[in-house]
Each structure stands twice: as structure tokens, then as C-alpha cells.
Nanobody, 122 residues
Framework: QVQLAESGGGAVQTGGSLRLSCAAS????????MGWFRQAPGKEREFVAT???????YYADSVKGRFTISRDNAKYTLYLQMNSLKPEDTAVYYC????????????????WGRGTQVTVSS
């Protein structure tokens, strides 16, 4: 059974920080790129960041310089460090896995978690 379990969401004020985690199981973690997507109320899902099987990273322009994606292959865990948070970062954040080698920002990932809520107040 493939499982992706996000955690670490919560409510913070503008300028605050959060660290999201995604615990993976049921597939070969090292054979997949891992990404973060988010969906705000009334909006479509959007790409946030991804990290390749080789460790290369790619970020949406809206989060570049503020967010850092990383992975711990020994722990089968993906992370997203979010700093300098803004109200527009408020959304449900989803962890996703894809078998393609190079980073991609499309929404066609193979596996998805159920999401964790991030709320940033002004």
C-alpha cells in the first residue's frame, strides 16, 4: 500500500516559519522525485517545489528564496522548510511522488498525500 503522510502544518503570522514533513511508504522512495503542491480555497492546485532522485531542486517563482525542499532517503521522508511566510501562502499543502527522473512542475505525479493545512495571518 502506497502512503504519503504530510505533517507539520499549522497557523502562523506573517513572517513566521513552518517545516512540513512527508513520510513515504509502500514504494521505492529513491526511485521517485518528490514534490510539494498547494491549493488555496477557491483556487486550482499549484506547483510549489520538487526535488529529483539525484537531489536537484526546482521552485515556483512565488516561493524561491523563501522555501527549501529536501529529502532524507534513509528515513523515506520529504521536507519543506518555509520561511518568511505570507498570507498568500495559505493553502492545503500536498506531498506527491513521480517516477520521472528530472524535476517537473506539472500536476501529473503518480502518488499523492491527503494534505496538511497551512494558514498565515496578516
Amino acid at each position: 500500500q502506497v502512503q504519503l503522510a504530510e505533517s507539520g502544518g499549522g497557523a502562523v503570522q506573517t513572517g513566521g516559519s513552518l517545516r512540513l514533513s512527508c513520510a513515504a511508504s509502500g514504494f521505492t522512495f529513491t526511485s521517485y522525485q518528490m514534490g510539494w503542491f498547494r491549493q488555496a480555497p477557491g483556487k486550482e492546485r499549484e506547483f510549489v517545489a520538487t526535488i529529483s532522485r539525484g537531489g536537484g531542486t526546482y521552485y515556483a517563482d512565488s516561493v524561491k528564496g523563501r522555501f527549501t525542499i529536501s529529502r532524507d532517503n534513509a528515513k523515506y521522508t520529504l521536507y519543506l522548510q518555509m520561511n518568511s511566510l505570507k498570507p498568500e501562502d495559505t493553502a492545503v499543502y500536498y506531498c506527491a511522488a513521480d517516477s520521472r527522473y528530472y524535476t517537473t512542475n506539472d500536476g501529473n505525479y503518480d502518488y499523492w498525500g491527503r494534505g496538511t493545512q497551512v494558514t498565515v495571518s496578516s
